[in-house]
């Protein structure tokens, strides 16, 4: 660790404004993200470059030739990635209640006191648990993205930082302009895609045009951008041919293509994806034996009087006056959207017990594997479950038992996915030698100031995109999943069980197929999450994610296989992260132009244009990532 002069600034009101900023900016781009494509990506990187660039442009107005301290940006970073990481949590269980009908827009204010209180709660929750994951099991627990991003902190105090965060910005540039060109002017199609008949069976293909889905393909690499594809084929080339009878759309073979999918073929994508999260959970069973020990260690003799200023937490009495304040939040949450005592309090109780565990499970688990590795959906699947099985026993049932078990569920998410992002942030926070205390507060203000923007853009997007949330560019296959089994315990029993049963056989085969590779070391794996979710998302998704990933492989396949992986790809990562902000915030800011009664152009050009132009569009966006990607691969080498 670091030893930093506590003359570096570190905390004061430039940071917080900008981190503040990123933090909206990274969480809403992530709302749109991972409503698109059912995925989030770490702010923490591209916000610590952005933040640098920003903090240098500052100090050169002023005629300083430093730019801001290392101890500055890694302040900024820490409340973008909070922003960013409540956005997962909130856009996988919140429009659930959309989906089943119960909310026609979304609740605002009860949306946003979700999403601090959950933020909130996994910030706090995890606070006692520094010490011992962090500081003193640094050879068991390596947190590799915060890491990384401590990486990226020390390279950026060089000149060339300068040149990186200009790589999120021209990524940025790109992305949007694509986005616009395709939904505002309509000189590039959104998608490409086509279908046909053979015999009595349909067969489609199609392929989005999104920088976004090729920049997610490239971030999570080969291994899972090939499961997403295989979902993709299991559903749309097999499934739909299996399940279909052609005859009956021949008039439109394409919209019956789809219809089959929305129908039949995505509810086994939720059978999968149930026994997905379920094996996630055992198959860290280990490690919540561990966090559980860690946890009831850390409440023993936990006393800061003897710790150094700079290495201190926020003091324990108030972590305890600020929970007792969210719980009650919760709890008065659950008794607006229920209006019941009974299932007021059993959810209380069941949110503490299982947010706490969950947060000691996430902040473990991200030690182990990464943020990006985390299985938070398997533990929302399990809450889910258990609570939605609870309130069955006790004779629940209907809207309340179904808003009940959601809100449970968002709760828990955001817990979950906050508590491995603060973890995070405070490993690298001590690399660089910052103060715990400061970051936690930033973390608190981020999570803050993000939880009032997610429940006015998912409306937005909502209201002013095509088909909406559950359509074809806003699937959101979590909150669809969790809306699916919050129906199938309270609901109208409309949910096809058939599917889902063919969706869990065909997760259990898959499992086996997993555990067979790695019995054999094999570098490939047959993790079951990304095929399920693929099976749930449109097909043409996935075709942009397998050919970042494919980018991604050839670029690491070039270089000395001796070198780091991340660092090789680190220039490649930054305009990824550009590409995704700047198409995200596009759509944004073309559902509120919508809003605001400002329609997108006709132009009136001939459809074989347009698809001559897209092809081409699409190609050469294609080789620029890659050419960039190759250019910029020893970013911090």
Known sequence: ?????????????????????????????????????????????????????????????????????????????????????????????????????????????????????????????????????????????????????????????????????????????????????????????????????????IFFFGADISPALLAVGFIVRLNVAVLIFIGGVIGWLVGIPLLGHGIEHAADPIEGAWSLWSTKVRYIGVGAMVIGGISSIFKVRKGLVDAIKVLKDSQVGNTQKNTPLNQRDIPAKAINIFSGIAIILVAGVYYYITKNIAITAITTVIMIIMAFFFTAVASYIVGLVGNSNSPVSGMTITAVLFTGGMLYVFGFSGTEGMVATLGVAAIVCCAACTSGDVCNDLKTGQIVGASPYRQQIMQITGVAVASLVMAPIMQLLHENTPGGIGGRELAAPQAGLFASLANGFFGDGILPWSMVAIGSALGVILLIGDSFLESKNSTFRLHLMPVAVGIYLPFGLSTPILIGGLIAHFILAENDSEKNPDNVLQGGVLLASGLIAGESLMGIILALLASAGIQSLSLGLDPTVVTTLTFFSAVGTVWWFYSNSRSKQNFNT
Request: aromatic share 6%.
């Open 1 to 201: 660790m670091s030893n930093k002069s506590i003359e570096v600034p570190e905390l004061n009101i430039k940071v917080i404004v900008i981190g503040l900023m990123l933090s909206v900016v990274m969480g809403s781009a992530n709302v749109y993200l991972g409503l698109k494509a059912g995925m989030t990506v770490s702010a923490s990187i591209p916000a610590a470059v952005v933040g640098m660039l920003i903090l240098r442009a500052a100090r050169n107005l002023k005629g300083q030739s430093l730019g801001g301290s290392i101890l500055e940006a890694n302040q900024i970073q820490t409340a973008a990635s909070a922003g960013e990481s409540l956005a997962a949590g909130i856009i996988f269980t919140m429009p659930a209640l959309i989906l089943i009908g119960v909310w026609k827009e979304f609740d605002m204010l009860l949306t946003t006191v979700i999403a601090f209180t959950g933020g909130l709660l996994g910030i706090l929750f995890m606070i006692p648990m520094r010490q011992v994951f962090i500081v003193s099991n640094e050879d068991n627990l390596q947190y590799p993205e915060g890491v990384a991003c401590a990486s990226v902190l020390e390279a950026g105090q060089e000149k060339s930082g300068s040149n990186n965060a200009m790589s999120v910005v021209k990524g940025a540039l790109l992305g949007g302009a694509f986005k616009g060109l395709i939904s505002f002017a309509g000189i590039l199609k959104g998608n490409l895609e086509n279908a046909f008949l053979s015999g009595n069976r």
